[in-house]
């Protein structure tokens, strides 16, 4: 049997860092501090994906892997708040910006210390034609730490399609509504590795393709953007 949800985890990853590499070139040129967001955004996707992608490619040791999906979250927690600081700048509330870094500092904190209060080693799940390894925490903690980051996405996906729908102007309207469907398909992975696999476990193994579908969506209409202004 092949650790098919931690393959396709492997190339979100190596697409995200592929994308960051991209997008830190077209920063150092432009120096537009959205696209830094951007591309601090991709960067820590990458680490998110390699940490919940490795265990499944090198280790058999149940302590570390479990290690490695802690890290994972310390990697993916901040990436909402990148992202809203890109909406701060959007929509023009500047002040909202100075609470970010030190909420998701405090969430880190928080949510490292559950991690470690509740630490157990990760779990081999075995199906017909495939295998991964799940989280030895709680599933309750997985539930709250997958669906606080899903929900912020939603409303980041939410928020870009609005503005697409309404802008009259093609470039904006374009690189809105790309950018807004990424979260959302971003969303649906999320619900899918750690929520819905409750309802079926295959559904961890489709989290993985559509992580990666949204992550090359948001990217086109980043492109975009560039490519046209």
């Known amino acids: 049997m092949l650790p098919l949800p931690h393959i ?20 150092k040129k432009s120096k537009e501090e959205n696209l830094g967001y951007f591309f601090k955004t991709f960067v820590l996707l990458g680490f998110f994906f390699s940490f919940i992608s490795l265990p499944g490619l090198i ?4 302590f570390l892997v479990q290690v490695s999906y802690i890290l994972s979250w310390i990697s993916l927690l901040p990436t909402p708040f990148l992202i809203y600081g890109i909406l701060a700048n959007v929509s023009g509330f500047q002040r909202f910006k100075k609470f970010l870094a030190p909420t998701a500092f405090l ?15 990760a779990k081999s799940q075995s199906f017909e034609n495939y295998w991964y390894w799940s ?3 709680p599933i309750w903690l997985q ?20 503005r697409g729908f309404r802008s009259e102007e093609r470039l904006i ?6 950018i807004g469907g990424g979260f959302i398909i971003l969303f649906l992975g999320t619900l899918s590795g750690y929520i ?7 559904l961890v193994l489709f989290s993985g393709f559509l992580c ?11 492109r975009y953007k560039i490519e046209e202004q």
Do not use: C, D, H, K
């Open 143 to 162: 539930i709250f730490g997958g669906g606080f980051v899903g929900f912020l996405a939603l409303l980041a996906g939410i928020f870009f399609l609005a």
């Open 107 to 121: 969430l880190i904190g928080f949510f490292l210390v559950l991690n470690i209060l509740y630490f157990s080693p």
């Open 212 to 222: 990666l579908i949204g992550i090359v969506i948001m990217y086109l209409g980043i």
């Open 135 to 137: 989280e030895g925490t």
């Open 59 to 62: 280790s058999n040791q149940p």
């Open 8 to 27: 396709s985890w492997s190339f979100s990853a190596l697409v995200s860092f592929l994308i960051s590499q991209r997008l830190y070139i077209s920063y």
């Open 173 to 178: 309207r374009i690189r809105s509504l790309l």
């Open 196 to 202: 819905l696999f409750l309802v079926s476990p295959i």
